[in-house]
Protein backbone atom coordinates (compact mmCIF):
# COMPACT_ATOMS: atom_id res chain seq x y z
CA UNK A 1 0.00 0.00 0.00
CA UNK A 2 0.94 3.74 -1.06
CA UNK A 3 0.85 6.02 2.14
CA UNK A 4 1.57 9.40 1.42
CA UNK A 5 4.45 10.73 3.31
CA UNK A 6 6.07 7.39 2.86
CA UNK A 7 9.65 6.63 1.46
CA UNK A 8 8.23 5.07 -1.57
CA UNK A 9 6.54 8.33 -2.58
CA UNK A 10 9.81 10.17 -2.17
CA UNK A 11 11.22 11.30 -5.47
CA UNK A 12 14.43 10.00 -6.69
CA UNK A 13 17.42 12.68 -6.45
CA UNK A 14 18.50 14.11 -9.26
CA UNK A 15 22.03 12.44 -10.80
CA UNK A 16 24.96 14.57 -9.79
CA UNK A 17 27.60 14.81 -12.91
CA UNK A 18 30.63 14.27 -12.48
CA UNK A 19 31.34 17.64 -14.48
CA UNK A 20 30.18 19.72 -11.75
CA UNK A 21 31.42 18.10 -8.51
CA UNK A 22 34.82 18.23 -10.72
CA UNK A 23 34.35 22.17 -11.34
CA UNK A 24 33.68 22.89 -7.99
CA UNK A 25 36.41 20.72 -6.49
CA UNK A 26 39.01 22.58 -8.89
CA UNK A 27 37.38 25.97 -7.73
CA UNK A 28 38.06 25.22 -4.20
CA UNK A 29 41.58 24.38 -5.01
CA UNK A 30 42.02 27.28 -6.93
CA UNK A 31 41.10 29.63 -4.12
CA UNK A 32 42.74 27.76 -1.63
CA UNK A 33 46.17 28.24 -3.87
CA UNK A 34 45.54 31.60 -4.42
CA UNK A 35 45.55 32.19 -0.83
CA UNK A 36 48.63 30.24 -0.27
CA UNK A 37 49.96 32.65 -3.03
CA UNK A 38 49.05 35.82 -1.35
CA UNK A 39 50.58 34.52 1.65
CA UNK A 40 54.18 33.73 0.15
CA UNK A 41 53.39 37.06 -1.80
CA UNK A 42 53.12 38.91 1.48
CA UNK A 43 56.13 37.65 3.14
CA UNK A 44 58.16 38.27 0.00
CA UNK A 45 56.85 42.19 -0.30
CA UNK A 46 57.06 42.14 4.06
CA UNK A 47 61.07 41.67 2.88
CA UNK A 48 61.28 43.99 0.10
CA UNK A 49 59.36 46.40 2.02
CA UNK A 50 62.19 46.56 5.05
CA UNK A 51 65.22 46.99 2.23
CA UNK A 52 65.06 50.56 0.88
CA UNK A 53 64.78 50.98 -3.11
CA UNK A 54 67.68 53.40 -3.93
CA UNK A 55 66.93 56.82 -5.75
CA UNK A 56 63.03 56.03 -4.82
CA UNK A 57 61.17 58.92 -3.23
CA UNK A 58 59.73 57.93 -0.03
CA UNK A 59 55.84 59.16 -0.94
CA UNK A 60 56.37 57.14 -4.22
CA UNK A 61 57.83 54.07 -2.22
CA UNK A 62 54.67 54.69 0.43
CA UNK A 63 52.52 54.25 -2.89
CA UNK A 64 53.88 51.43 -3.62
CA UNK A 65 53.08 49.79 -0.36
CA UNK A 66 49.86 50.64 -0.38
CA UNK A 67 49.03 49.50 -3.96
CA UNK A 68 50.57 46.14 -2.89
CA UNK A 69 48.63 45.93 0.15
CA UNK A 70 45.53 46.70 -1.66
CA UNK A 71 45.95 43.77 -4.26
CA UNK A 72 46.81 41.52 -1.91
CA UNK A 73 43.48 42.13 0.19
CA UNK A 74 41.43 41.78 -2.96
CA UNK A 75 43.63 38.46 -4.08
CA UNK A 76 42.66 37.45 -0.51
CA UNK A 77 39.09 38.30 -1.21
CA UNK A 78 39.20 36.71 -4.43
CA UNK A 79 40.55 33.27 -3.38
CA UNK A 80 38.20 33.17 -0.08
CA UNK A 81 35.18 33.66 -2.57
CA UNK A 82 36.44 31.06 -5.02
CA UNK A 83 36.72 28.90 -2.77
CA UNK A 84 32.88 29.75 -1.06
CA UNK A 85 31.71 29.65 -5.03
CA UNK A 86 33.37 26.19 -5.51
CA UNK A 87 31.42 24.89 -2.33
CA UNK A 88 28.36 26.12 -3.06
CA UNK A 89 29.17 24.42 -6.66
CA UNK A 90 29.81 21.64 -5.24
CA UNK A 91 26.88 21.80 -2.68
CA UNK A 92 24.64 22.46 -6.11
CA UNK A 93 23.29 26.06 -4.91
CA UNK A 94 21.85 27.41 -8.12
CA UNK A 95 23.68 30.63 -7.76
CA UNK A 96 26.75 29.53 -7.67
CA UNK A 97 25.75 28.34 -11.19
CA UNK A 98 25.03 31.20 -12.27
CA UNK A 99 28.53 32.54 -11.05
CA UNK A 100 30.57 30.43 -12.80
CA UNK A 101 28.75 30.69 -16.05
CA UNK A 102 29.47 34.48 -15.76
CA UNK A 103 33.16 33.56 -14.52
CA UNK A 104 33.58 31.69 -17.66
CA UNK A 105 31.63 34.14 -19.93
CA UNK A 106 34.63 36.78 -18.28
CA UNK A 107 37.15 34.07 -18.82
CA UNK A 108 35.89 33.93 -23.15
CA UNK A 109 36.31 38.00 -23.22
CA UNK A 110 39.63 37.77 -21.38
CA UNK A 111 41.12 35.29 -23.77
CA UNK A 112 39.65 36.89 -26.70
CA UNK A 113 41.16 40.04 -25.55
CA UNK A 114 44.20 38.26 -25.65
CA UNK A 115 44.07 37.04 -28.92
CA UNK A 116 43.86 40.42 -30.09
CA UNK A 117 46.92 41.39 -28.20
CA UNK A 118 48.74 38.91 -29.33
CA UNK A 119 47.81 39.65 -33.18
CA UNK A 120 48.40 43.19 -32.91
CA UNK A 121 51.75 42.60 -30.28
CA UNK A 122 53.06 39.87 -33.28
CA UNK A 123 52.44 42.16 -36.09
CA UNK A 124 55.07 44.32 -34.45
CA UNK A 125 57.18 41.75 -33.25
CA UNK A 126 57.31 40.53 -36.95
CA UNK A 127 58.77 43.95 -38.43
CA UNK A 128 61.87 43.78 -35.62
CA UNK A 129 62.81 40.23 -37.30
CA UNK A 130 63.34 39.02 -33.82
CA UNK A 131 61.78 35.54 -34.73
CA UNK A 132 58.81 35.28 -32.02
CA UNK A 133 56.43 34.16 -34.71
CA UNK A 134 56.16 30.66 -32.62
CA UNK A 135 55.54 32.25 -29.55
CA UNK A 136 52.63 34.39 -31.20
CA UNK A 137 51.15 31.16 -32.90
CA UNK A 138 50.84 29.33 -29.19
CA UNK A 139 49.50 32.35 -27.33
CA UNK A 140 46.61 32.59 -30.03
CA UNK A 141 46.35 28.60 -29.87
CA UNK A 142 45.75 28.11 -25.84
CA UNK A 143 43.91 31.63 -25.86
CA UNK A 144 41.55 30.33 -28.16
CA UNK A 145 41.55 26.93 -26.48
CA UNK A 146 40.64 28.59 -23.42
CA UNK A 147 37.77 30.36 -24.59
CA UNK A 148 36.74 27.24 -26.32
CA UNK A 149 36.72 25.66 -23.18
CA UNK A 150 35.15 28.17 -21.21
CA UNK A 151 32.24 28.04 -23.63
CA UNK A 152 31.96 24.25 -23.56
CA UNK A 153 31.48 24.33 -20.20
CA UNK A 154 28.87 27.34 -20.43
CA UNK A 155 27.01 25.07 -22.38
CA UNK A 156 26.97 22.27 -19.81
CA UNK A 157 26.20 24.42 -16.77
CA UNK A 158 23.28 26.09 -18.67
CA UNK A 159 21.98 21.94 -20.03
CA UNK A 160 18.85 20.68 -19.01
CA UNK A 161 20.17 18.01 -17.28
CA UNK A 162 22.65 20.06 -15.42
CA UNK A 163 20.08 22.52 -14.27
CA UNK A 164 18.15 19.66 -12.80
CA UNK A 165 20.70 19.02 -10.35
CA UNK A 166 20.57 22.62 -8.96
CA UNK A 167 18.12 23.34 -5.86
Do not use: H
Not at 5 to 14: F, H, L, N, R, Y
Amino acid sequence: MNVPGSIVDVPAAAGRSVLVSVLGWLAIASGALTLLAVFNQGELYGMIGEAPIGDVEPAMQEGLSRLVSVVTALNVALGAFLMYAGYALWKRRNWARRTFIVLFALGIAANLIWVVFAMLFGSMLAQTGLGFGPLIVVILIVALGFAGLSYWFIRRLRSPAVKSEFA
